[in-house]
Each structure stands twice: as C-alpha cells, then as structure tokens.
T-cell receptor
Framework: EAGVVQSPRYKIIEKKQPVAFWCNPI?????LYWYLQNLGQGPELLIR????????DSQLPKDRFSAERLKGVDSTLKIQPAELGDSAVYLC????????????FGPGTRLTVT | KQEVTQIPAALSVPEGENLVLNCSFT??????LQWFRQDPGKGLTSLLL?????REQTSGRLNASLDKSSGRSTLYIAASQPGDSATYLC??????????FGKGTSLLVTP
C-alpha cells in the first residue's frame, strides 16, 4: 500500500513569492491534516479536512495561507506571499480508522524562503 | 492548551543498552497517545499508538506505557542498535484528531 505522497520534497523561493505544496493521502483515508514543523520543534497542526470540508482551520494564518481539498482526495496548501519566517517543513498526514485515529505522515516539503 | 514535554532532549548510548524515553502532558483527558520516529530530513513514522483505555503497547523491541492520571508515557527500547538512531516524538490527542507534539528526544546509538 502506498503511503502519503507529498511534492515537491524541497522548494527554495524568494520572499513575497507564492508557493504551493501538494499532498496525496493514503487511498481511502477521509481525514487529511497539514502540519508545520519548525527546526527543533514538533509539528503543529495547520488544518484538518474531513473529506472535502475543512473542519479545523483555527491555526491556519488565513491572511497568507490557504488550502483546498477538491473531491476529498488530494490537497494543496498555498502561501502567498511567502515570508522569511515561513521557512519550515510542511507535513501532510492522513487517517482512516474512526476509532483509533492513527495518523500516517508523508515525507514533508522543506521550504526555504530567502 | 495541552503541553507535551519530552525528557531528555538528547541521549547517547552504546549499542546493546536498554533505554527509556519520557513524555509528560498537562491535560490528562486524552483520546490517545502516539510515539513517532523521525529520521533526518524525513517524515514521521508511527511506532506505537496507545488508546486512552490502554496501559501499554508493544512492537518488537519497543514498549510504550501510558499513565493517564499522572500525565506520563514512556517508550522503552530494548537492546538498542545503531539503526535506532533518530528523533523520537511523543504526540497526544485530546479530541482524537489534532496531535500535540513534544519537541522530541534525539537518540544516538553508538557501535
């Protein structure tokens, strides 16, 4: 079974430029998460989707961040415009089992803003 | 807000030793607790998940325990190997959804 797929793996952009990250969850997983991980820290939740609905976006900085999950499968996270402080690893995770809620993570996208 | 603390921040042990990683959390009303492994530049690999009604879970050389009332969990690694070198993250969920992570314990197992 394929795991969570993310692309690109690495991205370097100049500040004020837009950037987008893509995530394909494990097949059949209806819950999808985007997390942000700063260096030396644990991941922090940005947004959670149940199918195509964003059910928890309270931690998403909505002035510059946006996300979508069309058709309840793939998801895209966008930053526009990027700032130096956005340099971090962006992780996507998915879960299926409504009982255990065990989350499975992708390899992440490492963003560097110069 | 749930706060998760992991001690120690870093640990270096010789190969073959048994070791314990500690995790504490401030809000005992948890849904589950998950231990992850993260290799440099990689994503997170789920090691063990303990539901709030469980006391421990085991997988191979790994054993995780949970004491909800005291807000603690431990990850025990038996007979450590150099391949166990990684960062170990503890994460707690109060809702069954969003995970609250600690900062991790960086483990180095030397040959």
């Amino acid at each position: 079974e394929a795991g969570v797929v993310q692309s690109p793996r690495y991205k370097i952009i100049e500040k004020k430029q837009p950037v987008a990250f893509w995530c394909n969850p494990i097949s059949g997983h209806n819950t999808l998460y985007w997390y942000l991980q700063n260096l030396g820290q644990g991941p922090e939740l940005l947004i959670r989707y149940e199918n195509e609905e964003a059910v928890d976006d309270s931690q998403l900085p909505k002035d510059r961040f946006s996300a979508e999950r069309l058709k309840g499968v793939d998801s895209t996270l966008k930053i526009q415009p990027a700032e130096l402080g956005d340099s971090a690893v962006y992780l996507c995770a998915s879960s299926l089992d409504p009982g255990s809620h065990e989350q499975y993570f992708g390899p992440g996208t490492r963003l560097t803003v110069t | 807000k749930q706060e998760v603390t992991q001690i120690p921040a870093a640990l270096s042990v010789p190969e073959g030793e048994n070791l314990v990683l500690n995790c504490s959390f401030t809000d005992s009303a948890i849904y589950n607790l998950q231990w992850f492994r993260q290799d440099p530049g990689k994503g997170l690999t789920s090691l063990l998940l303990i539901q709030s009604s469980q006391r421990e879970q085991t997988s191979g050389r790994l054993n995780a325990s949970l004491d909800k009332s005291s807000g603690r969990s431990t990850l025990y690694i038996a007979a450590s190997q150099p391949g166990d070198s990684a960062t170990y993250l503890c994460a707690v969920s109060n809702s069954g959804y969003a995970l609250n992570f600690g900062k991790g314990t960086s483990l180095l197992v030397t040959p």
